[in-house]
């Protein structure tokens, strides 16, 4: 995994930290993914390393590009600090979109408590807006200035119709954020026509992240089972909004008679019989000349031998298009 930190240039201390799956070659059906911006809470007085680094890791683990925003927090700042913060971070992820591989056109922001009023701040205010918003147990009455560090916007009447679809999960036991910041919103969303998705859970205190008890920090108040199901829900409705990475191809074994020529991209077994394709492949190689290694390769096509071998012994791109045009220059013979 590739993990980048950057510094952000709106407020002192504020930092996006990316964490991006490599890029290989067996995973050739991905070739740009959807990204996930982190925004844990605190009440805007710190940040929850709880609803950080390994939420970020949760959806790493699903195939997306995760990135944790440690925006403005403490007395010494004030609104709309944290907000620039958020909008300099999309931009940060858009204008690295090529070099990082991300779908800049699916970047969802996912953000807890007063990160969740962040969150949805940045999809109901923000001059870049995400695709999608994820909303854990939000902040969104501005009557939670009691709670909070510094006074902050109300966000139901902030609602417009450009506002990406929602998906928000809350409990009804939370007696710290009360349950009616997310049916205000909601009320909200739905009078102005943006589709959301929500599960409000019975059981479960304030600020569970993962409910996992990986995320608990020792307290089995932050653990359960039930509310923990929002993460999976969450990745089914990125999958329902987005779609996921393609899959469509047939494992089925090409052969060299089903394709009426030789290539790189039918089985190994199907193309041996011709004496001139198999001194080419000896020529490139060597190892073939071993019984015990042709009869490993022979189900195989020449691309997927040159994914698994080790890297040192793999050919460069430009090699295997050479070997796949002096493949083809062959005539097909039936064997």
């Not at 479960?204 to 409910?211: D, I, V, Y």
């Not at 409705?237 to 394709?259: C, Q, T, V």
């Not at 012994?313 to 062959?330: D, F, G, H, P, V």
Request: hydrophobic share 40%; net charge negative; aromatic share 8%.
């Amino acid at each position: 995994m590739n993990i980048q930190e950057i510094k952000l240039t709106t407020n002192p201390g504020a930092s996006l930290t990316a964490y991006m799956p490599e890029v290989h070659s067996e995973l050739a059906n991905i070739e740009r993914r959807p990204g996930i911006l982190v925004i844990p809470g605190g009440a805007y007085m710190f940040l929850s390393a709880r609803e950080a680094e390994p939420v970020a890791l949760a959806y790493a683990a699903q195939g997306y590009h995760a990135f944790v925003l440690r925006y403005s927090v403490g007395k010494e700042h004030h609104w709309p600090q944290p907000l620039e913060d958020a909008q300099e971070a999309m931009q940060v992820i858009i204008s690295h979109a090529e070099e990082w591989k991300v779908d800049e056109k699916r970047i969802a922001a996912v953000g807890f408590s007063a990160g969740g009023h962040l969150a949805a701040a940045l999809g109901t205010m923000g001059s870049i807006r995400p695709a999608a918003l994820i909303l854990g147990y939000p902040c969104t009455l501005d009557s939670l200035g009691k709670i909070l560090v510094f006074p902050v916007p109300g966000l139901p009447d902030k609602v417009d119709d450009k506002t990406p679809p929602v998906f928000l999960f809350s409990t009804y036991e939370d007696d710290v954020v009360p349950i009616s910041n997310s049916v205000r919103f909601l009320d909200a969303l739905n009078r102005n026509r943006i589709p959301f998705e929500c599960h409000i859970f019975q059981k479960g205190c304030h600020g569970l992240a993962l409910a996992k008890p990986l995320t608990s920090a020792g307290f089995k108040q932050n653990v359960e089972e039930d509310a923990a199901k929002w993460f999976d829900l969450s990745v089914c409705w990125l999958h329902n909004l987005w779609g996921d990475f393609p899959s469509e191809h047939s494992k089925s074994r090409r052969r060299a008679s089903d394709m009426k020529e030789y290539s790189v991209n039918v089985t190994v077994e199907s193309m041996i019989g011709n004496p001139s394709v198999k001194e080419l492949l000896l020529q490139v190689a060597p190892a073939l000349a071993d019984p015990d290694m042709m009869d490993q390769a022979a189900p195989l096509t020449v691309t997927q031998i040159n994914r698994e071998i080790a890297e040192q012994y793999r050919l460069s791109q430009e090699q295997m298009e050479q070997l796949n045009a002096a493949l083809k220059a062959i005539p097909y013979t039936e064997s």
